[in-house]
Nanobody, 126 residues
Framework: VQLQASGGGLVQGGGSLRLSCAASGRTFNRLTVGWFRQVPGKEREFVACIFRMNDGTRYYADSVKGRFTISKNSAKDTVYLQMSSLKPDDTAVYYC???????????????????WGQGTLVTVSS
């Protein structure tokens, strides 16, 4: 599976951004696709995921619930992360990840994902 992440940038606090993750190389509907983020010196942190595209259950980190929305466009094999009410603490490199065999209890663990896109930097100014 190849993943292409895009959409990062600089935004003022309270603003919005939409990240995209385009997948190719494996049947999209079998994939679980997630977003993680990382800041220097810290571990990669779960943000959100869609568990198995043909299941569609969405999971969110508590820190982003109510502010971020993950969605998909199966026709384009693309997953989106709509980020609103952004805070400076949301500043990080955001990565999309995918896996075809992950179980629901493991979606929060980055070690369970086999495929990763390149990161896209999100910077939120105060």
């Amino acid at each position: 599976v190849q993943l292409q992440a895009s959409g990062g940038g600089l935004v003022q606090g309270g603003g919005s951004l939409r990240l995209s993750c385009a997948a190719s190389g494996r049947t999209f509907n079998r994939l679980t696709v997630g977003w993680f983020r990382q800041v220097p010196g810290k571990e990669r942190e779960f943000v959100a995921c869609i568990f198995r595209m043909n299941d569609g259950t969405r999971y969110y980190a508590d820190s982003v619930k109510g502010r971020f929305t993950i969605s998909k466009n199966s026709a384009k094999d693309t997953v989106y992360l709509q980020m609103s009410s952004l805070k400076p603490d949301d500043t990080a490199v955001y990565y999309c990840a995918a896996d075809s065999t992950i179980i629901s209890s493991s979606v929060y663990d980055p070690r369970r994902y086999d495929y990763w896109g390149q990161g896209t930097l999100v910077t939120v100014s105060s």
